[in-house]
């Protein structure tokens, strides 16, 4: 099983207690390796895939930090490695979306944070939503619906 993994998941400077929970799992897994578990880092997602979802203008001001309310809306103070974070966990669900179709096979994410989130603003500790990013990405496109 992938299990999908990135050292950025921690960065950010604000931390509670599911933020380092994933690097601890991590370092375990390194330490005492489980049969039939990769780790696996996933790729950044792109400001273009988060505003395909997401108001570009939230998404811009996660990027760059203001204005501070909307960078800030998801619960917690903004900082410059926020960005890497959230992209990163973000990219991470897709990846293992993506996995778990292509494979027929459990996936997994390292990462938390992913669902509270509305199109214009983080909510519920959640900066991003990926949980429709992932499904969106996945859905069938059928040339009379809207692109998002």
Not at 41 to 59: F, G, K, N, Q, T
């Amino acid at each position: 099983m992938k299990i999908f993994y990135s050292p950025s998941y921690t960065i950010a400077t604000h931390s509670f207690e599911t933020t380092p929970k994933s690097g601890w799992i991590a370092e375990s897994l390194a330490r005492e390796p489980i049969a039939g578990i990769e780790l696996v880092s996933p790729e950044p997602m792109s400001a273009a895939a988060l505003s395909r979802v997401h108001d570009p203008e939230y998404v811009d001001a996660v990027r760059k930090g203001h204005p501070r309310e909307l960078a800030e809306s998801q619960g917690f103070h903004w900082d410059p490695a926020l960005w890497e974070m959230v992209c990163t966990s973000n990219g991470g669900v897709m990846a293992a979306a993506i996995e778990a179709l292509r494979t027929h096979r459990v996936s997994g994410l390292l990462s938390s944070g992913l669902h509270h989130a509305r199109r214009a603003r983080g909510a519920g500790y959640c900066t991003f939503n990926g949980l429709i990013l992932a499904a969106r990405a996945q859905r069938p496109k059928r040339s009379h619906e809207c692109p998002l």
